[in-house]
């Protein structure tokens, strides 16, 4: 199972913009869904984003037209540019990847802050 390991996380002030990464240790190519989720202390990890084979995406309803996901394949790496930050915004990240068999595996995370 492919492992992943997040990156990009960090302080920034509402209104920024930061840029995760999701680096795969092996082809990606393959992978059919990988998403971004993020959790809160307290709260179930949600959805913010996903991308499946094909190209297709979609996002929470709070981050649509402020977040993009998109994937590099030839460097094994999922990307989530975020843009307009909100406070809100603030958790830690999590990269996933769900496999033809219907594996998943998870990153670590890398923690948001947005700042007011």
């Known amino acids: 199972q492919v492992q992943l390991v997040e990156s990009g996380g960090g302080l920034v002030q509402a209104g920024g913009s930061l840029r995760l990464s999701c680096a795969a240790s092996?082809?990606?190519?393959?992978?059919?869904?990988m998403g971004w989720y993020r959790q809160t202390p307290g709260k179930q990890r949600e959805l913010v984003a996903a991308?499946?084979?094909?190209?297709?995406?979609n996002y929470e309803d709070s981050v649509k037209g402020r977040f993009t996901i998109s994937r590099e394949n030839a460097k094994n790496t999922v990307y989530l540019q975020m843009n307009s930050l909100k406070p809100e915004d603030t958790a830690v990240y999590y990269c996933?990847?769900?496999?033809?068999?219907?594996?998943?595996?998870w990153g670590k995370g890398t923690l948001v802050t947005v700042s007011s």
């Open positions: 996933k990847a769900v496999n033809w068999r219907g594996e998943d595996a």
């Open positions: 991308i499946i084979r094909g190209g297709s995406t």
């Open positions: 092996g082809s990606i190519v393959s992978i059919p869904y």
